[in-house]
């Protein structure tokens, strides 16, 4: 292909593009636009974010006795809110948050350690003027935590920057998990190996990492068997040398054995099953989920919103939502290959990880297969900072996008 | 639109993140594939399970109890039916702090509100039955049995010492001496609150009402020593609950104070999360004791009941008929239709939320109340035939009498007028539930309470089946005017001995109780034809009663002796004959057997099927089934024949030498009965053969337009004219109108007569003699015996 070809070429995508945004080529520059707005991408996250009108409306029905409709209210105004963060972050040059890389890291832990100290929340201390810290921290620290990266580009292959950067995510990591928030720091784990495994760390350092990791997991478990009998009897306190609750131990006790504790700990997980395997190929109908409306599913219209799904909607419904959110997720990761630079790249890679691990993780706690860690359901569960969060996180996406090589 | 895009021209170091990004890419395919495979397992191959779980989350089916049929006697009193019962019921899943809720439910149960409408409610109870007697009964039976035990070691060692010096002849499986005179006492203690209470009746306001007053204060006292209840308990019941969806019984109370109770819930509920009452139908028995064999009793269905009933559509837990007309009418089949005391539950099921409140009426299937029975039983002659049996069984002077039983059947139709068995049995206690008192006295493996020992027990007729030899011995031709010579140079060995009666013929035979004539004439006609009427009257047979647990006897035959005796005895020999034709030997009968024999005789040789339930009627009281009166068996004789029988059975109680005579003076002439005396050798290892004998009397009235015919046994009761044929005379008396003030008479005639007995007979003095020389008789020589 000629110089001209290509020339040509691009001056006729520039000339629709420039139809379709409305945007001056000066406003582009300026904003170091230089590739197409993928529509596509943009109409399956519009769809995404429409099915989840429509479950939020069936789920939240009942989840406020005097105000059926509070939760779909709140839900549309953060979806509109959340739009406003989309547009601002997509035309936002996201290289110049490099510039912030030392200010974000200490504005993020300080957040991080105020809701620590003074968070409000059940059990836990998660919010502090109706914000969840833990949830922007997420997408916050996958800007940083590439930035750190990109700037050490040159140090990923020396063992002693590998544990560095592992020590950089974990002071944030460790706030979190001190509220206690096991499920948004284990987010942050998997983030921190998904990056560093795409930027190309030491293999060895890694895999070792990854080693220690897997045993210690494989050795809470087997502690679990021992305590709890066989995963028979329930946990009568916190194990002295394991860092977590009691709660907590309880839920990945149950995660093998829901039954042990049936009307407690493994009660949402028993109800959850039920709902989903109920609804069959077809789904109960809309509105006429006997586990939801009846509640016996508590928590449906938040971290159990998949089974609501499962349960009025019925097989074909939920697997073709599964695949909407494959395909969407898939086209978010394609774009990493086409950053413009290695920061771009680890950008996509961190937030794919982010969105593929919540996906996962609440969808198969909702089948029994994941234990259960209270991760929303992005874009479906409801809470405002988690939608606005995420939302920023796929215009994070189409920021490197729109900056990257051409496609 | 997922096919991966990837940039041409990539520089070295872009390739190889390219090829990391890849595997992420391919990583994430994988996770939604996991996800779709498992949402296809769940909701397609596993989905049918997880519809009914979700189902048995929603559904609630709750039983619409069917009202449980009544039961009335001839006259349209109700002996039995259903009253509203309230339970206390608590779902578990429902409730957060089962520990606070087992606290407040602890406080409910002891406070005072309950406690005063609990007092009010047994107050009722105890008014209306006798049933803290029996409960007061045994618990001197279970004194006694302690002691029993206590001594029983001791007379061990006594035994062992006889046995050394070669004295030792007792029994030791027999009743001890002095637990025999133990049970006596305790038979004593139900007669005098029997008298005491029917003297009651009579003198009304004096003094009886305080006595009465303070009976019913003593036993309220007893039973609110259990009506407490501490928090432990009422969680132990809770806990049995837990993980469970369905609802806990926790308490019963009658109606009244389960109204209380439901009143104080509804008004804190935040206090009781999750606990409801509910009204439950309890059977109920308003005669107490009276008639409690043959209603029988109703309890939780067993496993075996189950497995057979399920296909009616009977499920655990429910309450079914477990004896007598309870659980004969249980579910009844007959001419292809289905009749049920139980009637049909019914079903509502609805939609509940998490919180079990009803959102939808989902269907509703209405109970079908059971069918009702009307008795053959006249509740006035069962109340008189009762008491006086107890009082006869009291007064019988001997530690071991214990029971008895006695049966009056209407001769026209085979329709059981009374039927009477001692000790008693409170249905009631079965229908709340058996405390331990009542365990203690209802299972007392000798008392036997439970057992109906009119159609259960089987005993040696004695005297009374001469009838049936009789019987025979006309059908054979022998002319009633035949005589015997019965004189010390006739009772020759095997003869069973006999008093002396110088010549008999037929009349004096009967009348005396000739064991001379009878056996002699017995031998005449052969063992043949006095089995063969035998059967006709219907011994050796079940008599086809409707009431459950009936027992054959035994009526011996040649075949049988050769099937069930080894050597000698493998024949049958001329002193088998002799025996069976006084009822004695291996002759095993039943008092309804012996009624029906009885009432065969009335009706000249028709024996009819006797029954206790005339109609079966819709819960409206229309009749849905009558029952016809049915013809077992007819005994081919001439009327001459019969007359001449009922002529001599006349004589029993009317003639000089009858062996009851005198005792029905105060039956007018033409109410006069017929009848036959018995008593008989109760054959068990034990039993010292001259005084531990069975009183028998069978009989029927009038004796020349016969209504009604009776039969009683009273175990030890001795002499049958002394005994049993009181029986038959209080109940005749009831029958035939002599109302409540004859009792205090029939009372005062038992005492005189047993004060005066010894004086009275002539016979008895007879009895004397023939202990003498009973001790250098064989055994065949002490077996027979004579009034």
């Known amino acids: ?407 | 639109m997922i096919k991966l895009k990837r940039p041409q021209g990539a520089t070295v170091a872009q390739e190889k993140i390219n090829k990391r990004l890849l595997v992420i890419y391919l990583f994430i395919i994988v996770l939604f594939v996991i996800l779709v495979g498992r949402l296809f397992f769940m909701q397609v191959v596993k989905g049918q399970e997880y519809v009914s779980r979700s189902d048995s989350n929603i559904y609630r089916t709750i039983t619409l109890p069917a009202r449980r049929g009544t039961i009335y006697d001839r006259n349209g009193n109700v002996l039995a039916s259903s009253q509203p019962y309230m339970s206390v019921q608590v779902y578990p899943n429902e409730v957060e702090d089962l520990d606070a809720l087992a606290d407040q439910l602890a406080k409910l149960f002891s406070s005072d509100e309950v406690f005063e409408a609990e007092q009010s409610a047994r107050k009722n109870i105890a008014q209306s039955s006798l049933s803290e007697t029996i409960a007061n009964v045994s618990k001197q039976v279970q004194e006694q049995k302690k002691e029993a035990e206590r001594e029983a070691a001791e007379k061990e060692k006594e035994q062992a010492e006889e046995a050394k010096n070669g004295g030792g002849t007792a029994d030791t499986s027999a009743l001890t001496p002095t637990e025999k005179a133990r049970l006596g006492e305790a038979a004593a203690a139900v007669k005098q609150k029997s008298a005491s209470s029917s003297a009651e009746t009579e003198e009304e306001e004096n003094t009886s009402a305080e006595t009465e007053e303070d009976d019913i204060n003593a036993a309220i006292g007893s039973l609110t020593a259990n009506t407490k209840i501490s928090k432990k308990e009422v969680l132990e019941i809770l806990e049995t609950g837990i993980g469970s969806y369905n609802a806990i019984t926790v308490r019963t109370y009658t109606y009244e104070v389960g109204v209380t109770i439901a009143e104080i819930v509804a008004e804190n509920p935040d206090l009781y999360p999750g606990v409801y009452v509910s009204e439950e139908p309890m059977r109920s028995y308003p005669n107490g004791y009276y008639l409690g064999h043959v209603l029988g009793t109703v309890g939780k269905i067993t496993d075996t009941q189950l497995e057979k009933m399920t296909s009616y559509g009977y499920k655990i837990s429910d309450i079914v008929g477990q004896s007598g007309l309870e659980s004969y009418y249980e579910h009844y089949t007959e001419g292809g239709k289905v009749f049920s005391l139980s009637g049909q539950d019914g079903h509502r099921v609805v939609e509940v939320d998490a919180k079990n409140n009803i959102i939808d009426v989902i269907s509703e299937e209405a109970p079908v109340a059971g069918n009702s029975l009307e008795l053959t039983i006249d509740l006035n002659t069962q109340m008189h035939m009762e008491d006086s049996l107890k009082r006869v069984i009291a007064g019988a002077g001997n530690p071991k009498a214990i029971g008895g039983s006695a049966a009056l059947i209407d001769v026209d139709t085979g329709g059981v007028v009374a039927m009477a068995s001692a000790p008693s049995v409170d249905p009631n206690d079965f229908a709340r539930g058996l405390s331990s008192e009542e365990i203690d006295y209802y299972f007392h493996e000798k008392l036997k309470p439970q057992m109906n020992r009119a159609i259960t027990a089987g005993y040696p007729s004695g005297s009374t089946f001469k009838m049936v030899t009789a019987t025979a011995i006309l059908k054979a031709g022998v002319s009633p005017n035949d005589t015997i010579v019965c004189s010390e140079g006739s009772w020759a060995l095997p003869l069973a001995k006999c008093h002396w009666h110088g010549g008999v013929n037929f009349y004096n035979a009967v009348a005396a109780s000739c064991n001379i004539y009878f056996q002699k004439m017995a031998a005449r006609i052969g063992e043949e034809a006095l089995i063969s009427v035998g059967l006709q009257y219907g011994f050796g047979k079940k008599s086809g009663i409707d009431l459950p647990s009936e027992v054959t006897g035994l009526l011996p035959t040649p075949e049988w002796k050769a099937q069930n005796n080894t050597g000698w005895e493998k024949q049958w020999h001329i002193y088998d004959t002799y025996y069976m034709s006084m009822g004695q030997g291996a002759t095993v009968d039943t008092v309804i057997q012996l009624a029906s024999c009885a009432a065969t005789i009335a009706n000249h040789g028709v024996r009819l099927r006797p029954y206790v339930c005339q109609s079966i009627l819709d819960d409206e009281g229309n009749v849905l089934k009558t029952r016809e009166p049915e013809v077992v068996d007819t005994i081919e004789l001439d009327d001459a024949d019969w007359d001449t029988i009922t002529e001599a059975m006349r004589g029993v109680v009317s003639d000089g030498s009858g062996t009851a005579r005198n005792l029905f003076g105060s039956l007018s002439g033409t109410l006069m009965p017929a009848g036959k005396t018995g008593t008989a050798q109760t054959g068990l290892a034990g039993d010292n053969l001259e005084s531990d004998n069975h009183g028998v009397f069978i009989g029927f009235a009038p004796a020349d337009n016969p209504q009604v015919a009776f039969a009683c046994l009273v175990e030890y009761g001795g002499a049958g004219a002394k005994s049993a044929a009181y029986v038959c005379r209080d109940t005749f008396r009831a029958y035939f109108g002599y109302d409540v003030e004859s009792n205090i008479i029939l009372m005062d005639d038992l005492f005189v007569s047993s004060s005066q007995r010894d004086s009275d007979e002539d016979d008895e003095e007879d009895d004397e003699d023939s202990e003498e020389e009973a001790a250098d008789v064989n055994r065949y020589d002490l077996l027979s015996e004579d009034e």
């Open chain 1, 1 to 407: 292909m000629s110089t001209d070809a290509r020339k040509s070429s691009d001056q006729l995508k520039r000339a629709k593009q420039k139809r379709r945004l409305h945007m001056s080529q000066e406003t582009r520059r300026r904003r170091g636009i230089y590739n197409s707005f993928d529509w596509v991408t943009f109409g399956l996250f519009a769809l995404l974010l429409l099915v989840s009108v429509i479950v939020m409306s069936t789920a939240s029905a009942n989840a406020m006795s005097d105000d059926s409709g509070y939760y779909l209210r709140r839900h549309l105004f953060m979806i509109a809110v959340g739009f406003g963060v989309f547009v601002a972050v997509t035309l936002f040059d996201y290289r110049r948050y490099k510039d912030f890389l030392t200010q974000g890291y200490i504005i993020v832990c300080v957040m991080l350690l105020i809701t620590l100290i003074f968070g409000t929340g059940d059990g836990a201390n998660r919010w502090i003027f109706g914000v969840q810290p833990s949830e922007a921290a997420k997408v916050a620290m996958i800007v940083l935590f590439a930035a750190y990266l990109d700037q050490n580009r040159k140090r990923l292959k020396e063992p002693k920057f590998v544990l560095q950067s592992m020590g950089y995510m974990a002071i944030p990591t460790g706030l979190i998990f001190m509220e206690p928030d096991l499920g948004t720091s284990l987010v942050f784990i998997v983030v921190m190996l998904v990056m560093l495994y795409v930027a190309g760390a030491n293999r060895r350092v890694f895999g070792a990492v990854i080693g220690i990791m897997a045993a210690f997991i494989a050795i809470i478990f087997v502690t679990l068997f021992i305590y709890t009998k066989g995963f028979n009897e329930n946990l009568s306190g916190d194990i002295p040398w394991i860092p977590l609750h009691r709660y907590q131990l309880m839920r990945l006790a149950i995660f093998i054995n829901p039954d042990m504790d049936a009307l407690n700990t493994g009660y949402h997980i028993i109800q959850s099953k039920i709902a989903v395997g109920s609804g069959g190929l077809f789904g109960k109908g809309y509105g006429n989920g006997t586990q939801v409306q009846g509640n016996f599913l508590p928590e449906h219209h938040t971290d159990f919103i998949f089974s609501v799904i499962s349960e009025e909607f019925g097989f074909f419904v939920t697997a073709a939502i599964l695949c909407l959110f494959m395909v969407f997720l898939l086209r978010l990761m394609n774009k990493a290959f086409f950053a413009r630079d290695f920061f771009g790249t680890l950008i996509i890679s961190g937030i794919s990880a982010m969105m593929i691990f919540q996906v996962f993780e609440n969808v198969g706690m909702a089948m029994g297969i994941m234990p259960v860690t209270g991760l929303p359901l992005p874009f479906f569960s409801y809470g405002g900072t988690s939608m606005i969060t995420n939302m920023a996180a796929v215009a994070l996406v189409f920021s490197v996008s729109l900056r990257g090589r051409k496609v």
